[in-house]
């Protein structure tokens, strides 16, 4: 528990654990369910939904799948993380294992190099050096995935080739684990499109192209401004006040801050945690704080949030 929070936050807190509630996680068990069965149910109704219905219902499951996974990594609903992966292992999003993503998660969460390239693993910022060797059009790429807009374009084929690069380097180095990490996704991913291929009213091509890349972009207005370089980490990760369907498909993930500084709290506390302190909440991130994503939208839609270049590695 942070050393920050006052006696009565911190009872507050604690006291949500011991509810029935807290104890079941029942909303989490609830979520799981509803999800696996609305994607089967929206796959296997091709002739009453059609190729465009299809698409335009499973991008939304899919994001909200990625949230899903992101509960399961941080210890929900189940206290054995073998249950949870086995409960989050299936690659509804296609591109990343289930392993890497939590890895890579996990260490984000360590807020001293937070945004830090190099050390935070989900950065998205730069080195000065590294600035300085990249050719014209990188400098460009990158300010433009600054932008709101640049990144729902961009964003995700540039995480994807991130990935691609950074794996196929690791791959036969980092020994007999890694390769079986992959074969064992690689064999899922191919088990669902298959599936999605006999069964679904659209094509495996079309489930990776029109839902997948989709679904991340959505996914990527969260993460989008998620974190800012600061002297101080609690000064570097934001609160978006966002009640609307990005808050439920992000399982109230915009509320980030307290995520961060209680990243065991189940989903569908953070807006009640929240709301208890609100005000003390924004002092502490120092008023790194967006009323909707609406607002963050307007004010960055072309306009880049902040220079590419990490301040303190410059």
Request: glycine letters at 4%; proline letters at 7%; aromatic letters at 12%.
């Amino acid at each position: 528990m942070p050393n920050y929070l006052d006696d009565a936050h911190r009872a507050e807190v604690l006291s949500l654990s011991r509810t029935k509630t807290g104890r079941t996680e029942w909303p989490t068990w609830l979520l799981l369910v509803g999800f696996y069965s609305a994607w089967v149910t929206v796959v296997l109704a091709k002739d009453a939904l059609g190729e465009v219905f299809t698409v335009v219902l499973l991008i939304p499951l899919v994001v909200l799948w990625m949230s899903i996974q992101h509960e399961l990594i941080h210890g929900h609903p189940t206290r054995w993380p073998s249950v949870n992966k086995a409960l989050g292992y299936l690659p509804f999003a296609v591109w990343y294992p289930y392993e890497i993503y939590k890895d890579t998660h996990l260490a984000h969460h360590n807020d001293e190099v937070l945004t830090v390239p190099g050390q935070d693993p989900e950065s998205r910022y730069v080195t000065n050096d590294f600035w300085k060797q990249s050719p014209a059009y990188m400098r460009a790429l990158l300010w433009i995935n600054k932008t709101v807009g640049g990144r729902l374009m961009m964003g995700a084929p540039l995480a994807l080739l991130i990935l691609v690069a950074t794996e196929l380097r690791s791959l036969f180095r980092s020994g007999p684990s890694n390769i079986k990490m992959w074969s064992g996704h690689l064999f899922s991913v191919v088990a669902l499109l298959v599936f999605v291929e006999h069964f679904s009213a659209i094509s495996a091509a079309q489930y990776v192209f029109l839902v997948s890349i989709p679904a991340l972009s959505v996914a990527m207005i969260r993460s989008f401004y998620e974190h800012r370089p600061s002297e101080r980490p609690e000064h570097r990760t934001v609160i978006t006040e966002s009640s609307g369907p990005l808050s439920w498909l992000f399982l109230n993930l915009n509320l980030h801050l307290v995520h961060h500084d209680l990243p065991g709290l189940p989903w569908f506390y953070l807006p009640r945690v929240y709301k208890a302190r609100r005000e003390q909440w924004i002092t502490r991130n120092n008023g790194f704080y967006f009323q909707g994503y609406s607002e963050l939208v307007r004010q960055h839609l072309a306009e880049p949030v902040d220079c590419p270049v990490h301040p303190a590695k410059q």
